[in-house]
């Protein structure tokens, strides 16, 4: 077995974590408060053409069979979903929505290059603005608003929808699928090259927003396309954000997505994402998550034909109290299939991230090349990052490694750059940026760049208990 | 004017440990000071002392730099006032170019300065750069590089003297920078010094070995022993070292050697 499994220094290993208050029930109800009746309202509030309707009922059934996970379900060890009073959580797109502020100019400017083919704002469930590329539309690209496409383009949307990700997965897929409130459809024919970038922002200004996106590309098609999710700053009512994001990237299809998170301190995300990658397909994924208070998300790239090429670059900054957990998943499910993953993150104050990554190799898939790496960079004593790899290789030969770093600030490097003439906070932002470095080499966008740096800055830059 | 860095009787110990013990030492804009004695005695303790390292903590004595205490100055301060350390080790900074970070030091000085300041222009400080990189014979792709990261032990020394050409101080401690290097690395280090020592800058030139001395050519030569200095001469106290080692200064001042 040629199997190649390098480890970088300073491994950080699962620790089990026992405690009483890990045994404590859950305030009751530990659940939703919705009804029947309540999902056939925001089905006809929003329109559903009869068939999406039935899948939101049938998701709906599913999300009640699924229990609220626990401390104890594998994948939700280290993100506790007790503090949240699950019960109060309103059904937005029921409830009017008059005197919402509009989506904030600074997140509709482009972030890739000065043109964009396109972009969509929805602002609390409801389309804010829209302009997209007439010549697009005449090569029979989609990009517009989900509702919208659940009608219009009713063939499409049906033939691809659940393709990725589907209601079963979890209780939080089921969740964003059966109370769906909003979402984006971009469709890219056979063939097809969109020369300039498209761009939604989901504004999830509302008290609970349920998103979808769904992104398909044929065969040989391409594009780049920037998604964010955000919602206003300074927030302070707990509030829910479930997602899907279903990404299908066809035989020698090329995509570059990039995926910004700047939600408000105030809101609880979770989100199941997954791509599939065709033969010869190229994806080119960027996370980055800078807001929430908690965040799960699963994202998970499944390459299902020979050759296929996936990479994942995801960039995290937590601050204050933010819980941000990262659970990856790389699948190698056909031979000559690579795959590159490289999360980094930095932690200050008291908040706490999560990464646990997987490189999968299914038997027969040959020849396949994985790798995986999590740094996390800690700017306080009280701030924690747990890193987790893993590999499953069921095929005899192939090449995996990966890698898990927890490491500070070190005090002689700060020491260096001060002896220089650099005050000790710009010091420690220069190490900072450093750290950052090879994810935004692997970006190459410089609005997305831009953005991801005053994000550090202004975290930096933040006064609070630091240190 | 010129600047004068005194050192008056300084003390230090490191984790409770007295290394310095009394160091007396003048050194002026304008002049070359080498600093020589065997290994342990104290002399890069002194090289970081004069910066600020946290980890040395100064027991007793005063450093004055242009009439400021400098032991009152936290390191960053310490060199906007006009004082540089060429490190024996220098750290690698992963992910900061030498270019990045020249400029984010030379932005710091002017902010200093000038709170309002915009920081350099890039193409006034691209040409800056490439000037002192082509004074120093440095290869221009060393601009891009990460600070430290993966150079040589060469290259790393050759990136200390890059940082003072472009910081321009007034008093530049060396510490051991000949040490580690081929001959030919040396000559290349010490012609650099020599192109930066001047009316402008005084040195203080930290050495085990008389051999970059051939190089530069110091005004003083000062011995360290047991903490403190015990022998200053002119030049050929240097050469004296070379020929009869540093035997005979342990056994004339016997009682400080086994301080």
Known sequence: MMTDVVAAPRPVYPRTIITTKRKAEPAAPFELKFTDADVKSLSAACKDPAWLARRRRAAWKLYHSIPMPRLNDEAWRRTDLRPFKWHEAELSALNASAGRRPVPTAFLKPLVGKEQGGQLAINGGKVESRHFDAALRRKG???????????????????????????????????????????????VPKNVEVALPLHSVLWASAQSQFTRVLVVLEEGASVTYVHELASPEGATAPTLHAGIVEL??????????????????NVWNFTHERAIAGAGAKLDWVFSAIGSHVTKNFSEIDLNGDGGWGRMSGFYFAEGDQHLDHDTQQNHNAPHTTSDLLFKGALRDQSRSVWQ????????????????????????????????????????DVRCTHGATVGQLEEEHIFYLMSRGVPRPEAQKVVVDGFFDPIMQRIAFDGVIARLKKSIETKMARSGSGE | MTSVLEIRNLHVSVADKPILKGVNLLVKQGEVHALMGPNGTGKSTLAYTLMGHPLYVVTGGQVIFKGVDLLELAPDERSRLGLFLA????????????????????????RAANPADKGIPIPEFRKLLKAKMDMLQVSHDFAGRYLNDGF??????????????????????????????????????????????????????????????NYIKPNVVHIMLGGQIVESGEADLALHLEERGYDWVREKYQEKAEA
């Open chain 2, 152 to 213: 040589s032990g060469g290259e790393k020394k050759r990136a200390e003297i890059l940082q003072m050409a472009t910081l321009d101080p007034e008093i530049a401690v060396l510490d051991e920078t000949d040490s580690g290097l081929d001959i030919d690395a040396l000559r290349i280090v010490a012609e650099g010094v020599n192109k930066l020592a001047g009316p402008n800058m005084g040195a203080l030139v930290i050495t085990h070995y008389q051999r970059i001395l």
């Open chain 2, 87 to 110: 490190f024996q080790y220098p750290v690698a900074i992963p992910g900061v170019s030498v270019a990045n970070f020249l400029r984010t030091a030379l932005n710091a000085r002017r």
């Open chain 1, 141 to 187: 690209v989609v990009f517009t608003d989900f509702a919208a496409a659940a009608v219009k383009h009713e063939a499409l949307v049906k033939k691809y929808m659940g393709k990725a990700v589907k209601a079963d997965e979890g209780k939080f897929a089921a969740m964003a699928e059966s109370l769906m409130d909003s979402g984006i459809f971009l469709y």
């Open chain 1, 357 to 396: 990554g997987m490189i999968y190799v299914a038997p027969g898939a040959q020849k396949a090349d994985g790798y995986q790496a999590n740094r996390n960079l800690v700017l306080s004593k009280s701030a924690r990052a747990d890193s987790i790899p893993g590999l499953e290789i069921l095929a005899d």
């Open chain 1, 248 to 265: 299908v990237v066809g035989k020698n299809a090329s995509l570059k997505f990039v995926e910004l998170q700047s939600l408000g301190l």
